[in-house]
Protein backbone atom coordinates (compact mmCIF):
# COMPACT_ATOMS: atom_id res chain seq x y z
CA UNK A 1 0.00 0.00 0.00
CA UNK A 2 0.83 3.62 -0.73
CA UNK A 3 -0.29 6.36 0.89
CA UNK A 4 -0.61 9.98 -0.35
CA UNK A 5 -0.81 13.46 1.08
CA UNK A 6 -1.66 16.79 -0.54
CA UNK A 7 -0.69 20.13 1.02
CA UNK A 8 -0.14 23.51 -0.17
CA UNK A 9 -3.61 24.56 -1.45
CA UNK A 10 -5.45 27.96 -1.21
CA UNK A 11 -6.75 30.60 -1.99
CA UNK A 12 -5.02 33.05 -4.65
CA UNK A 13 -5.64 35.70 -7.12
CA UNK A 14 -5.16 35.22 -10.64
CA UNK A 15 -1.94 35.94 -12.08
CA UNK A 16 -0.69 34.34 -8.36
CA UNK A 17 1.33 31.37 -7.66
CA UNK A 18 0.96 28.35 -5.41
CA UNK A 19 2.90 25.09 -4.88
CA UNK A 20 1.58 22.37 -4.50
CA UNK A 21 3.30 19.14 -2.66
CA UNK A 22 2.11 15.59 -2.30
CA UNK A 23 4.25 13.21 0.37
CA UNK A 24 4.26 9.62 -0.37
CA UNK A 25 4.53 6.95 2.64
CA UNK A 26 4.37 3.06 2.79
CA UNK A 27 5.79 0.48 0.50
CA UNK A 28 6.80 3.21 -2.29
CA UNK A 29 9.97 1.52 -3.25
CA UNK A 30 8.09 0.62 -6.49
CA UNK A 31 6.64 3.82 -7.55
CA UNK A 32 7.67 4.26 -11.15
CA UNK A 33 5.31 7.25 -12.05
CA UNK A 34 3.30 10.32 -10.02
CA UNK A 35 0.97 12.42 -11.55
CA UNK A 36 -1.36 15.25 -10.83
CA UNK A 37 -5.14 15.25 -11.66
CA UNK A 38 -7.63 17.90 -10.91
CA UNK A 39 -11.79 18.18 -10.74
CA UNK A 40 -13.62 21.31 -10.82
CA UNK A 41 -17.12 21.26 -9.74
CA UNK A 42 -19.40 19.61 -11.84
CA UNK A 43 -16.58 18.44 -14.61
CA UNK A 44 -14.65 14.89 -14.73
CA UNK A 45 -11.43 14.47 -13.39
CA UNK A 46 -8.67 16.26 -16.17
CA UNK A 47 -5.25 15.34 -16.51
CA UNK A 48 -2.50 17.92 -15.26
CA UNK A 49 0.94 16.63 -15.25
CA UNK A 50 3.19 13.52 -14.16
CA UNK A 51 6.56 12.87 -14.01
CA UNK A 52 8.37 9.48 -14.08
CA UNK A 53 10.10 8.69 -10.66
CA UNK A 54 13.83 9.60 -12.47
CA UNK A 55 12.58 13.14 -13.20
CA UNK A 56 13.79 12.46 -16.93
CA UNK A 57 10.87 12.67 -18.27
CA UNK A 58 7.63 15.14 -17.98
CA UNK A 59 4.24 15.50 -19.26
CA UNK A 60 1.92 17.76 -19.38
CA UNK A 61 -1.94 18.97 -20.35
CA UNK A 62 -2.41 21.89 -23.33
CA UNK A 63 -4.05 23.81 -20.57
CA UNK A 64 -1.06 24.13 -18.32
CA UNK A 65 2.09 23.75 -20.33
CA UNK A 66 4.31 26.55 -19.74
CA UNK A 67 2.84 28.04 -16.41
CA UNK A 68 2.93 24.82 -14.35
CA UNK A 69 5.98 22.81 -13.57
CA UNK A 70 6.21 19.36 -12.21
CA UNK A 71 8.86 18.02 -10.25
CA UNK A 72 9.92 15.08 -7.95
CA UNK A 73 12.57 14.88 -4.83
CA UNK A 74 13.07 10.66 -4.72
CA UNK A 75 14.75 11.65 -1.03
CA UNK A 76 11.33 12.86 0.33
CA UNK A 77 9.08 10.21 -1.23
CA UNK A 78 7.53 14.01 -2.72
CA UNK A 79 6.33 15.15 -6.03
CA UNK A 80 5.28 18.95 -6.49
CA UNK A 81 3.01 21.15 -8.58
CA UNK A 82 4.78 24.36 -9.59
CA UNK A 83 1.81 26.62 -10.12
CA UNK A 84 1.98 30.05 -11.67
CA UNK A 85 0.28 32.71 -13.91
CA UNK A 86 -2.81 31.11 -12.23
CA UNK A 87 -6.41 31.92 -13.41
CA UNK A 88 -10.07 31.49 -12.72
CA UNK A 89 -9.96 28.29 -14.69
CA UNK A 90 -7.72 26.15 -12.12
CA UNK A 91 -9.52 26.18 -9.77
CA UNK A 92 -10.98 22.38 -9.01
CA UNK A 93 -9.65 20.25 -6.15
CA UNK A 94 -6.34 18.61 -7.05
CA UNK A 95 -5.27 14.90 -6.49
CA UNK A 96 -1.54 13.33 -6.80
CA UNK A 97 -1.58 9.84 -7.85
CA UNK A 98 1.35 7.17 -8.35
CA UNK A 99 1.56 4.03 -10.31
CA UNK A 100 3.88 1.13 -10.36
CA UNK A 101 3.84 0.07 -13.54
CA UNK A 102 7.24 0.38 -15.56
CA UNK A 103 6.35 -0.38 -18.98
CA UNK A 104 4.05 2.66 -19.70
CA UNK A 105 6.07 5.50 -18.06
CA UNK A 106 3.97 8.90 -17.46
CA UNK A 107 0.43 8.58 -18.48
CA UNK A 108 -2.59 10.79 -18.88
CA UNK A 109 -4.85 7.84 -18.02
CA UNK A 110 -6.57 8.50 -14.35
CA UNK A 111 -7.66 5.13 -14.55
CA UNK A 112 -4.10 3.50 -14.80
CA UNK A 113 -2.92 4.73 -11.80
CA UNK A 114 -2.82 2.76 -8.38
CA UNK A 115 -2.78 5.47 -5.43
CA UNK A 116 -4.46 8.44 -5.03
CA UNK A 117 -4.75 10.86 -2.49
CA UNK A 118 -7.21 12.80 -0.82
CA UNK A 119 -6.83 16.37 -2.61
CA UNK A 120 -6.13 19.33 -1.99
CA UNK A 121 -8.40 22.70 -2.82
CA UNK A 122 -7.03 25.15 -5.12
CA UNK A 123 -9.48 28.28 -5.83
CA UNK A 124 -8.23 31.10 -7.99
CA UNK A 125 -10.50 34.49 -7.61
CA UNK A 126 -10.14 37.11 -10.56
Known amino acids: QVQLVESGGGLVQAGGSLRLSCAAS????????MGWFRQAPGKEREFVAAITRSGRTTGYADSVKGRFTISVDNAENAVYLQMNSLKPEDTAVYYC???????????????????WGQGTQVTVSS
Open 97 to 115: AVHRNLYIGWVREAGLYDY
Open 26 to 33: GRTFNIYA
